[in-house]
């Protein structure tokens, strides 16, 4: 959307706010100061790949480039359900934290240490919020936040939350197929072998969690996407749109537009 477009839903909305009654006028008002507050600190996507959004090799490719993405009207709900998972994210490492204290035999492991006392040369630590660690893997210009390392009676396994609705994790029964690479990434990049994924219903804060084990193959084809990828990079040509893309690949895709005119 346009930025003058919104700019003229604005003033409309302002002229409509004046005749509602107090309650509706606030609850109106409300919601666009979250929503405003939201659009004053988002900034422009670093040009580094995301683990999260590696389902399509042309958004990739618009990420690495640092295409413009596309202007759209925040929502107060998708913000509040962000927040949501965040917190939610929050709950759940502090409560694995709280495990060795209780005398179960699980340590959630500093990530940074982990990466210094293994020798992993090729990530670096780029900030921390909380328990949650910002990574930078150079060696696939990548970019992601690990929600944490555990060592769970003697093993390693890196550590990825997720939250739902309850109609998505009613019917969950394995790792969401978009959820693959992802994880393939973050064992390739930390170079742990397996992933503990739990998922979290938002509703009703119950959990399941599976373990995700990525092939070979699968770290090979990853890396091969990647390498591919920054050949089209380096010749700046957007690569074909993949004909097998997911259809959430494209839902949530900030480069709608640049994709329409590319073909």
Request: proline share 5%.
């Amino acid at each position: 959307m346009a930025r003058n477009s919104l700019k003229n839903l604005c003033r409309l909305i302002d002229s409509v706010t004046e005749k509602l009654p107090p309650e509706q006028s606030f609850l109106t008002d409300l919601k666009r100061s979250m929503e405003m507050t939201e659009e004053k600190h988002q900034g422009k996507p670093s040009q580094t790949y995301k683990p999260s959004s590696m389902n399509c090799i042309r958004g990739m490719y618009y990420q690495r480039v640092g295409a413009e993405p596309d202007i759209e009207p925040t929502s107060y709900s998708m913000i509040g359900i962000c927040n949501s998972g965040s917190d939610t994210h929050i709950r759940v490492q502090q409560a694995v934290e709280a495990m060795k204290d209780n005398g179960m035999d699980c340590e959630y492991i500093d990530v940074a240490d982990y990466i210094k006392s293994r020798g992993l040369t090729n990530i670096t630590v780029v900030d921390k919020h909380g328990m949650e660690t910002k990574l930078f893997y150079e060696k696939l210009s990548m970019s992601f936040m690990c929600d944490g390392i555990i060592k769970y009676r003697n093993h390693y396994y890196i550590l990825e939350i997720k939250t739902e609705a309850s109609f998505k994790w009613q019917n969950r029964t394995s790792v969401d197929t978009k959820h693959y690479n992802q994880g393939t990434a973050y064992s390739v990049a930390l170079e742990i072998p397996e992933v503990l994924f739990v998922y979290v219903n938002r509703d009703i804060f119950d959990m399941k969690a599976y373990l995700f084990v990525p092939t070979d193959d699968a770290k090979q084809n990853l890396i091969g996407t990647i390498t591919n990828c920054e050949g089209y990079v380096s010749r700046m040509i957007p690569p074909p749109k993949p004909e097998d893309v997911l259809k959430t690949a494209c839902k949530y895709c900030s480069y709608k537009t640049q994709c329409r005119k590319d073909g």
